[in-house]
């Protein structure tokens, strides 16, 4: 699991900096047994309009091209998985 949780964070390095242009982020805050990605989004990712899009044809298909077994990928409030 922790090869895979590295491989993710590789993916999400890539689109880092377009996230970061734009105020955001992203933040990997756990992967499940049945290999879900959860993830929080941070700073203009928060309220953005558009975040569904980034998370859907940008983050999404990053980390499904990286991890191909990956059974989907959502944002979750990390104060809900502490």
Do not use: F, Q, W
């Amino acid at each position: 699991m922790e090869a895979i949780k590295n491989t993710i964070e590789e993916a999400l390095n890539k689109i880092r900096p377009y996230l970061e242009a734009d105020g955001g982020n992203v933040k990997l805050v756990g992967v499940t047994d049945d290999l879900e990605v959860l993830l929080e989004l941070e700073g203009a990712c928060v309220s953005c309009p558009m975040s569904m899009m980034t998370m859907k044809a940008g983050i999404e298909d990053t980390i499904r091209k990286a991890v191909p077994n990956v059974k989907s990928v959502r944002a979750v409030n990390l104060a809900e998985h502490v």
